[in-house]
């Protein structure tokens, strides 16, 4: 079984937006076994639209198209599909209630131009989204299928979840895949490529090793296929298990879990508080943090402290230590700790400073210096990153960084 | 003239990079008045991508191929041209040449498997690549043009700007093409649409108006393309003038600012400091604010107060005040920002309590219920946010309400 992703919009064409949609999608289908030949985007233009379909249906059995749903005039993808597939459209007034239910909840007013979205081809088969107003259409023709969805990231994604991403395994039966993710951070691929260069070559032939790094992370992904399903476990759980001993020290964690979730499952399993003192990361560490639901119970709070003032005043850096060391210096995050271990009442305190760029940058300490320090009232580590000269790439990094320096104090 | 760009590697399609690349070339495209017609990924499968060049040429006349030049073996886009076009492969000297300096001035040894980057399809015009060792290609056929260049973002950027775009200019002869673009925050796509129905009719046949939602955000984008570039921009000019008149309350922005970009210009140029005291976005906001270069100019720093501890150690939020109206309470952001004003030394500050879920809700305060609170010494504006069921969407729907609070903030 093959697929076809086809994004609309002219947003795309003229490069407004990164279609990051397709990336999303492929994954999706390549976790669920099923690969993709081509992702096409096309404009808003009627005419454009029919023939992508029609050359999406002769290469492949699913497709997938995004974007082109919403009430305006140039969002013209369900008459293209009404048009390809020679049907009228019917009004859905099961849309209609949701839409005026949806907007009864926001508290804000249902207009007209929302009755445009309730108008489906006929042979649809409406696919609620409950992200947004414009339902999700699936449609099977000659043996094949075809979806559309709205453009919008997060409603795709729950229609992808919860409504096409099921109908489709139903659909397909190929030999169950599985697979087994362990997440490293702290080293690069090639690194882990070389670690692991004769595990790989021990590996059946029905298995397969993936690297999927990203910033700062590297996923080592085991893919299996089988027709039993229990065999397959058992030997990706064996093979999962012999590489976790080869690269373990790397290892942070399985499968869908982050790092984030992992630091809280850490400081709840030893009663631990945490917060954080940040200056260049302006609060994208405590976000991260904050992004896993409960972590109330271990996170306290933390002090952003962007200008000399509040790394004096809340976090107690001495003014000499400023003067002396500068922001950016062993001295100063190791004072930030202190500092925030008192102010927030934590148990365990990160602290981060640094130079991200574009401006700031000195001879001694040029675009892309940071310091961290992590630490309680009895011990202290520190770290200094040489980064590059993207601030927001210098910033995502050291998030990562932090957060796996965080795990491991917590370990200890 | 039309261009059509084909992204070439399996890491494409399943998803293990999004392509970026074809956003940005699709940008520098339209800026030259040349249309994309299709942007598709095709795999490292020799068959697939003759297959591919085939259908782009028989679509457009500007063929763009990425990816794929690289010296290992799935490397095989070059075989794949030279086979299209039923060409032999020689062998590059000047190629070879240029690499062994490259890597001599690395200090890095070059290897044999960099001789596999010297052959060309024998139709080949060589473009130089003075950032990596793969060169471009630049074919000519049956008076359409393909250029095939490396999938390294840095290096296809170096390519077209210095190689494949000055030769394009020369070849093609189109209308000149422009944009507006009017950011807006505070309502949504259905409302504006409602709003500019009838400025929409007046549009002459070659302007176009787009709306491109975001999470709490819409662009508004005008597009025309005539031959005479001063009048097209004076009737560019004129439209989006008479569009934000209309919408103007709703309008923070144009072209490619960002909210936090906005606010940082309004606070350098009235000279105010700023700050947050957040609860649920734990960082989110100070993160945004922090992400524009320059922004210690302004921004002071945040307290995340997470707890109740830090709310009323830190804030001097009334412990009487969490115990009758709860962290998640008008008067609670209120003494946030009083707490905030004082702690962080700022002339404004911004404060956000809520429930983001998906625990912690109750049917007095269900999940998505937030209060937001922005004031100075002299006056103080709260709001109340009733939101949806999902985490990261509350939060990222917040931080852009609460940023477009403050910049209201700040205007007055």
Redesign the interface.
């Known amino acids: 079984m093959q697929a076809f992703i086809v994004p609309v919009g ?11 949609n ?9 976790l669920h076994g099923i ?10 233009k009627h005419e ?1 639209i029919v023939e ?1 379909i029609d ?1 999406a249906l002769s290469q492949a059995d699913i497709i997938l198209m995004t974007g082109g749903l ?5 969002d013209i993808t369900k008459k293209a599909i009404a048009d390809f597939f020679n049907v009228e459209m019917t009004f859905h007034d099961e849309t209609w209630s949701r839409i005026v239910r949806f907007f009864e ?4 007013p249902v ?1 007209d ?2 009755k445009v979205q309730c108008w489906m081809p006929t042979n649809a088969t409406v696919l609620t989204n409950k ?1 947004g107003t414009a339902p999700g259409m699936w449609f099977e023709h000659d043996g094949k299928i075809l979806v559309s969805m709205p453009g ?1 990231p ?1 409603e795709m994604k729950y229609l992808m979840e919860y409504e096409v991403l099921p109908r489709l395994k139903a659909k397909i039966q190929a030999a169950p895949i599985a697979h087994r993710t362990l997440l490293t951070a702290g080293t690069g691929e090639s690194e882990l490529a070389l670690l692991l260069d004769t595990f790989e070559d021990t590996l059946p032939e029905n298995l397969k090793l ?1 690297y ?1 790094p990203n910033l700062g992370q590297v996923r080592l992904r085991l893919t299996g296929r089988h027709h039993d399903e229990n065999e397959l476990n058992t030997l990706l759980d064996e093979k999962a298990a012999e590489m976790e001993q080869i690269v373990q020290e790397f290892v942070f964690g399985h499968d869908t879990e982050t790092l984030e979730e992992v630091i809280g499952k850490i400081a709840k399993a030893k009663n631990l508080t945490i ?2 003192a ?1 200056s ?8 991260k ?3 896993v ?4 119970a271990y ?9 000399y ?2 790394k004096r ?2 976090l107690k850096v001495k003014d000499t230590t400023l003067q002396v060391h500068g922001a950016v210096s062993e001295a100063t995050v190791t004072e930030m700790v202190s500092g925030a271990l008192d ?3 934590v148990d365990v305190a990160l602290s981060v400073s640094g130079i991200m ?4 940058g000195t001879d001694e300490k040029p675009v892309g210096t940071v310091w961290l320090a992590v630490g309680n009232k009895e011990r202290m580590e520190t770290h200094q990153l040489k980064l590059g000269r993207t ?2 790439l210098n ?1 995502e990094y050291t998030v990562v960084f932090a957060l796996n320096m965080l795990r491991k104090f917590l370990l200890q």
Chains 1, 2 share one sequence.
């Open positions: 002219d947003e795309i064409l003229i490069g407004q937006i990164t279609d990051s397709s990336a999303w999608i492929a994954q999706q289908l390549n690969s993709l030949r081509h992702a096409m985007s096309v404009g808003d454009e992508a050359f919403g009430p305006t005039k140039d909840k926001l508290g804000r207009r131009s929302h992200m919008v997060h993936a999927l917060g954080t940040e260049c990361t302006g609060g994208g560490i405590a976000q943090l904050t992004s639901p409960g972590s109330s996170f306290e709070g933390s002090i952003i402290a962007y200008s003032a509040v005043n809340i102010s927030l009442g760029g574009p401006g700031g601030r927001a910033t």
